[in-house]
């Protein structure tokens, strides 16, 4: 009944940018949190950039200063722009929400930097 759908994936040199998009929709009447997770080959998931309902913005250090998450409360709309992109951010990036008592995720969105 959640139906979370990312876009903006794809292949780009390294220093480029790209932006990802996530958009909520089906039964929702409060999102707490919504965030942006990303998962390697071989490596664990892991949070990337998080914004509370209140505006509230959490970054992983490894893209403090390069990452800009931003939501947008009325539409539960989620963006990651992403600049200077470095090849260790290569992996798949997946959009989250966290309602009352459960956790929705995206099918997730492939980003590939290049050397």
């Known amino acids: 009944q959640v139906q979370l759908v990312e876009s903006g994936g794809g292949l780009v040199q390294a220093g480029g940018s790209l932006r990802l998009s996530c958009a909520a929709s089906?039964?929702?009447?409060?999102?707490?949190?919504m965030g942006w997770y990303r998962q390697a080959p071989g490596k664990q998931r892991e949070p990337v950039a998080t914004v509370t309902s209140g505006g509230t913005t959490n970054y992983a250090d490894s893209v403090k200063g390069r990452f800009t998450i931003s939501r947008d409360g009325i539409k539960n709309t989620m963006n990651l722009q992403m600049n200077s992109l470095k090849p260790e951010d290569t992996a798949v990036y997946y959009c989250?929400?966290?309602?009352?008592?459960?956790?929705?995720w995206g099918q997730g969105t492939q980003v590939t930097v290049s050397s």
């Open positions: 989250s929400i966290t309602v009352p008592n459960r956790n929705y």
């Open positions: 089906g039964s929702i009447f409060v999102i707490n949190t």
